[in-house]
Each structure stands twice: as structure tokens, then as C-alpha cells.
């Protein structure tokens, strides 16, 4: 009894260190000199490789057919037929 209540507080006092301590951690690594990067920025200059060959919008048209498909489709199954069937 006497060790799990040693062992429930080391576990609680641990957790509580932890979250204390997050938060410190990552505001003291903020380094207000740098300039942040921004993702949406890198490569902007060269572009990507997909982006220059891309060409038409076959997929586009495709994936309307399928889903105008797939809508028509579910419009005629009978409501009355269940799955007991």
C-alpha cells in the first residue's frame, strides 16, 4: 500500500513536471532575431517541377464523370429493398 502510494505520487509529480515544463521549453527556444521561414515562400523563385508540366484538366473532367456516376447510380436503387434481402 505504502509503495504504490510513493509510485502514484513520483507518477503525478512527474506528469505535473512535464507539463510545467513544455511550455517553457518551447517559448525559450523562440529566437525573436531569426526571421521565421515561411513554407509557402521556399521555392516560389524556381517552382516545381509538377506545377511546369502540367497540362489540361483531363483529371478534373475525369473525376466529375465518376462522381456524376456514382450520384445517378445511388438516385435508382430501390428504397424498399433492404439488406435482409
Not at 513554407?39 to 508540366?53: C, M, P, T, V
Not at 484538366?57 to 456524376?68: F, G, M, N
Request: net charge positive; hydrophobic share 50%; charged share 20%.
Amino acid at each position: 500500500m505504502r509503495g504504490m502510494t510513493r509510485q502514484r505520487l513520483f507518477v503525478g509529480s512527474m506528469s505535473l513536471l512535464t507539463a510545467m515544463l513544455t511550455p517553457i521549453v518551447v517559448l525559450a527556444s523562440n529566437d525573436e532575431d531569426a526571421a521565421p521561414i515561411d513554407a509557402r515562400l521556399l521555392g516560389y523563385k524556381e517552382g516545381s517541377a509538377a506545377l511546369k508540366e502540367a497540362s489540361g484538366s483531363a483529371l478534373t473532367w475525369l473525376l466529375c464523370i465518376v462522381l456524376t456516376a456514382v450520384c445517378v447510380g445511388v438516385m435508382f436503387i430501390n428504397s424498399k429493398r433492404s439488406h435482409l434481402d
